[in-house]
């Protein structure tokens, strides 16, 4: 699950290599949820905003993967970003809030920071710059994991 705001756009824009990043995602298979937190008011703002930054091809392939988009009113809890995630399905935290990356890893989900505000380090987990870096490292740990798995059964 992607955050929407300072994590996968910037000022309303997706820049060529965080675009790039979702499009690798997509061709590995990953089902991708592009989660927003935001009021009421803003909610179909919000999707109209998504659907102009990514286009209507792109946006058709989240759907296709079993993806979408989501808006949600609360950050944390049973009514926030990671809540909804896990009801979707999705494992993956990638957003700039500390208290949702927070809540992922309370929920002992895999969660990548990308440039938290406030700014904070968590022990023993990296931050990332830009959501195309997150992806990077999210993909080079679920090559690690399936290798980890297969070697298991393979044992």
Partial sequence: CVDWHQTLAKEGKVDDENLWALQELLKKGVTVFIISYAGPPRKQAI????????????C???LEKGGGVQVVHSRVGPDGKA???????CNVMID????????????AMWAYPVNPKPAYR????AVYAKFADAV?????DLDNYETDSESAVSD
């Fill in 47 to 58: 999707f109209k905003d998504i659907h102009t930054a990514l286009g209507t091809g792109l």
């Fill in 60 to 62: 058709n392939k989240l």
């Fill in 83 to 89: 809540a909804l995630a896990l009801k979707k399905g």
């Fill in 96 to 107: 700039d809030n500390v208290q949702i990356i927070a809540d992922a890893l309370k929920k």
């Fill in 122 to 125: 968590w022990p023993n987990k």
């Fill in 136 to 140: 990077v490292s999210y993909m080079e």
